[in-house]
């Protein structure tokens, strides 16, 4: 009895004393939040990082970190074209090779010790294939922060992107169709020290959470990374590529490193977490238009066209092609064991030559 109420006054008083210091940090840290720093880890993704790079550069974002890792397409020959801008390409191998069973939170929470609050004023963490996007595209990510008053963190729901039918199409247009989805990315004020989280937010207790509209954050899981879906966003939201091109699906499949499974003894090559394509959607058309539009895509354009890309562009979309080949591959000589994961994978694809491989496959 006396044991468990020491423990229970223990817990209060640590409590206690880690509110205060957080109440400390957040009166001390600037009110106005200015410089926001994007940071991203990338696997394989040399073909999307140019867009993603410049998209956030221009919403916004003052430093774009990007830790790279298990590559082996050609990300590391991106860092000498960018040297002039506000981006960092940082090997991150040692740590994802490291015995830590979280090597991504582990990056974030080092991101969060890195940053000093008087040279960044908050920090989100993206996926090379989301991009956070404003409704306006006058308004910049430091704006957004601006109309919500005081937070701590403010969440953003997510828009899946389909764009089945073209091929290294660009991540936003006039018009784009989206559906809607549960899943939410975080913006935090960088004076937080999270003591839990995963990659879609942070788990700790007793802090200002509001979504991108200032309403206060109200999740439907335990790992607070949903929320009830709004369809009218206000502010801004997180386009998610989730699909892209069936092509580019199929190399997506491929896993940067083999890795052995338990159960069968042998390799795994091809990625598990995949479901191929959804039959049917319920989609909506997202429309930009305007001067403010006009004046972003024409910027962007004019990035993705420059002479000195266009070698780095080249490699990296035949790093895609090997992929892609090397997946076929991988379906035409894949044991039986595998039948279900690859009718799994490849839901609703259909492209005639992955077809022809899996049907063949079946039929063995």
Same mark, same amino acid.
């Given at each position: 009895?006396?044991?468990?109420? !020491? %423990?229970?006054?223990?817990?209060?008083?640590?409590?206690?004393? #880690?509110?205060?210091?957080?109440?400390?940090?957040?009166?001390?840290?600037?009110?106005?939040?200015?410089?926001? #720093?994007?940071?991203?880890?990338?696997?394989?993704?040399?073909?999307?990082?140019?867009?993603?790079?410049?998209?956030?550069?221009?919403?916004?974002?003052?430093?774009? @970190?990007?830790?790279?890792?298990?590559?082996?397409?050609?990300?590391?020959?991106?860092?000498?074209?960018?040297?002039?801008?506000? *981006?960092?390409?940082?090997?991150?191998?040692?740590?994802?090779?490291?015995?830590?069973?979280?090597?991504?939170?582990?990056? %974030?929470?080092?991101?969060?010790? $890195?940053?000093?609050?008087?040279?960044? +004023?908050?920090?989100?963490?993206?996926?090379?294939?989301?991009?956070?996007?404003?409704?306006?595209?006058?308004?910049?990510?430091?704006?957004?922060?601006?109309?919500?008053?005081?937070?701590?963190?403010?969440?953003?729901?997510?828009?899946?992107?389909?764009?089945?039918?073209?091929?290294?199409?660009?991540?936003?247009?006039?018009?784009?169709?989206?559906?809607?989805?549960?899943?939410?990315?975080?913006?935090?004020?960088?004076?937080? =020290?999270?003591?839990?989280?995963?990659? +879609?937010?942070?788990?700790?207790?007793?802090?200002?959470? =509001?979504?991108?509209?200032?309403?206060?954050?109200?999740?439907?899981?335990?790992?607070?990374?949903?929320?009830?879906?709004?369809?009218? *966003?206000?502010?801004?939201?997180?386009?998610?590529?989730?699909?892209?091109?069936?092509?580019?699906?199929?190399?997506?499949?491929?896993?940067?490193?083999?890795?052995?499974?338990?159960?069968?003894? /042998? &390799?795994? &090559?091809?990625?598990?977490?995949? +479901?191929?394509? $959804?039959?049917? !959607?319920?989609?909506?058309?997202?429309?930009?238009?305007?001067?403010?539009?006009?004046?972003?895509?024409?910027?962007?354009?004019? /990035?993705?066209? @420059?002479?000195?890309?266009?070698?780095?562009?080249?490699?990296?979309?035949?790093?895609?092609?090997?992929?892609?080949?090397? *997946?076929?591959?991988?379906?035409?000589?894949?044991?039986?064991?595998?039948?279900?994961?690859?009718?799994?994978?490849?839901?609703?694809?259909?492209?005639?030559?992955?077809?022809?491989?899996?049907? /063949? /496959?079946?039929?063995?």
């Amino acid at each position: 009895m006396l044991v468990s109420k !020491y %423990y229970s006054i223990k817990r209060r008083l640590l409590f206690l004393q #880690k509110s205060a210091s957080l109440r400390l940090r957040r009166f001390f840290s600037p009110k106005e939040v200015k410089p926001v #720093k994007l940071v991203a880890i990338a696997k394989d993704e040399s073909a999307y990082l140019l867009e993603w790079i410049f998209h956030h550069l221009y919403v916004g974002f003052s430093q774009v @970190d990007i830790y790279y890792n298990g590559c082996s397409d050609n990300t590391e020959d991106l860092a000498p074209l960018l040297k002039k801008l506000p *981006v960092n390409l940082i090997n991150a191998d040692n740590i994802f090779n490291s015995a830590s069973r979280t090597p991504q939170v582990d990056i %974030y929470r080092e991101a969060f010790r $890195k940053s000093n609050s008087r040279d960044f +004023h908050a920090l989100m963490f993206l996926d090379i294939d989301e991009f956070w996007v404003p409704i306006n595209f006058s308004n910049k990510i430091s704006d957004i922060c601006s109309q919500i008053g005081n937070f701590d963190t403010i969440s953003f729901q997510w828009k899946n992107k389909l764009e089945r039918e073209i091929l290294y199409g660009p991540a936003i247009d006039k018009i784009n169709e989206a559906e809607s989805a549960k899943q939410l990315k975080t913006l935090y004020r960088s004076y937080l =020290r999270p003591e839990r989280m995963n990659p +879609h937010n942070v788990l700790d207790d007793g802090l200002n959470q =509001r979504y991108e509209n200032g309403k206060k954050l109200e999740t439907i899981n335990e790992q607070r990374s949903q929320c009830v879906i709004d369809g009218e *966003v206000k502010n801004a939201f997180i386009l998610h590529r989730k699909e892209r091109s069936e092509f580019e699906y199929i190399a997506t499949l491929l896993r940067g490193r083999p890795v052995n499974t338990i159960a069968t003894k /042998r &390799t795994q &090559t091809l990625k598990s977490n995949r +479901h191929g394509f $959804k039959s049917s !959607y319920n989609s909506e058309k997202l429309i930009f238009d305007g001067s403010s539009f006009e004046n972003y895509r024409q910027y962007m354009d004019a /990035r993705l066209n @420059d002479p000195s890309f266009k070698t780095f562009v080249k490699n990296a979309k035949l790093q895609v092609d090997v992929r892609y080949k090397l *997946v076929l591959e991988e379906i035409y000589r894949a044991p039986s064991s595998d039948k279900a994961l690859l009718k799994q994978l490849l839901t609703n694809v259909s492209l005639p030559e992955v077809r022809q491989a899996f049907e /063949r /496959r079946l039929g063995d």
